[in-house]
């Protein structure tokens, strides 16, 4: 073992080569398998990326998608049909049961319970337009 490596195990980490491969991808599975996990919980589904991603990076255990948004909920599930251990659900997940208002804007990549603030408004104006929808 190198000093590197001896010197971020005493700290309590771990330095792994990915070969110049840095990406979000390859860290997320790098935990699922560290971990174990077979099990993941995807709030806020929206139309399957994060899960489609897992799905091309190995991951092949149980998913549970939430997306409370119709529309963009019939994606999801559309997305889903082929995967026998992919679980879609049309609700929101919150600390309380109920009905709210949600915000959401023309291409959905930004639906919240939160009016969009002036920073958003600026920042993506093409998504300005959208409309309210109970979930």
């Known amino acids: 073992m ?4 001896a010197l971020a195990n005493f700290l309590g980490y771990e330095l792994i080569n990915r070969g110049g491969n840095t990406s979000l991808g390859f860290h997320i599975i790098d935990l699922v398998k560290l971990r174990g996990v077979d099990l993941v919980l995807d709030i806020g589904g929206n139309m399957g990326q994060f899960t489609k991603s897992l799905r091309q990076d190995g991951y092949q255990g149980e998913v549970h998608s939430f997306e ?4 963009t909920f019939v ?3 559309q997305a889903s049909d082929q995967d026998t251990k992919w679980f ?4 929101a997940m919150g600390d309380i049961l109920g009905q709210k208002e949600v915000n959401v804007t023309v291409s959905s ?3 919240s319970f939160l009016q969009p603030n002036e920073y ?4 993506f104006k093409k998504n300005n337009t959208g409309y309210t929808e109970i979930v």
């Open 68 to 71: 409370p948004v119709k529309s």
């Open 120 to 123: 958003g408004m600026k920042r």
């Open 75 to 77: 994606q999801l599930q």
């Open 88 to 91: 879609v659900h049309n609700f």
């Open 2 to 5: 190198n000093l590197y490596k």
């Open 109 to 111: 990549d930004f639906a």
